[in-house]
């Protein structure tokens, strides 16, 4: 198949699907906020990643919604500019996924998922006890596409705290992929597990026969 998808601007749900059924598996941030007036929240991105190592940065998009209004997270980052990344785990899944309905922003999703909220060292959001990984950060940046129906805005986060729990620690104290059971979002309402993986070395440059 081909598509222009410049002929799509009043279908951007079906580019949408599309792309987001090949651009896959992602990983799932569960992001941790709190309002102006210091109303706790919780909700899912996929559109997640690290973009920085120095300073170490991540990104994740909330997109409008359908009504073109922001979500309740990128409200709460722009007035508090402060949140907190929660990897989400196989042992929490249907916890994350309850806090991807869009609630009103009074609703705290801690309450709705039966979430543990802890506080965290430097930001005020909190942590979530029941990950093993939380990440708090600063914000540093929002780049908008705009203030339409699916637009996206990114938002980059400074990590200025990391909290891994020492369970889930290899020899090495990297993240042992075993212990940690991160799952991704593929396309449509299709999960993966981590459990299937293979290494591959980068090549030096004795393997490429440069120089
Ligand atoms: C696994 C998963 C990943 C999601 N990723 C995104 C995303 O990257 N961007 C987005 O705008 N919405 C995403 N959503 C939908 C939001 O979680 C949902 O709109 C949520 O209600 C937003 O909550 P908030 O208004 O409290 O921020 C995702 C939902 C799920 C279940």
Redesign the pocket.
Known sequence: MYLDTREFADNWRDVYRLCTAFIQPRP?ALVSSISADGRR?V??????NMVSANPPVVM????Y?RDATG????HNVEATKEFVVATVTENITEQ??D?????PPEID?FGIAGFTPKPASIVKPALIAESPVNVECVLEDIKRFGDTPGAGSVVFGRIVAVHVDDRILADDKLVDPNKLKAVG?MGRSTYARTTDRFDLPRPTARDTNVG
Do not use: G, H, Q, V
Not at 43 to 48: D, G, L, V
Not at 71 to 74: G, H, N, Q, S
Not at 99 to 103: T, V
């Open positions: 799932i929240n909700a899912p991105y996929s559109f997640y994740f998009a909330p997109s919604r979500k309740d997270t990128l994350m996924n806090c991807s309905f869009d609630y999703e979002r």
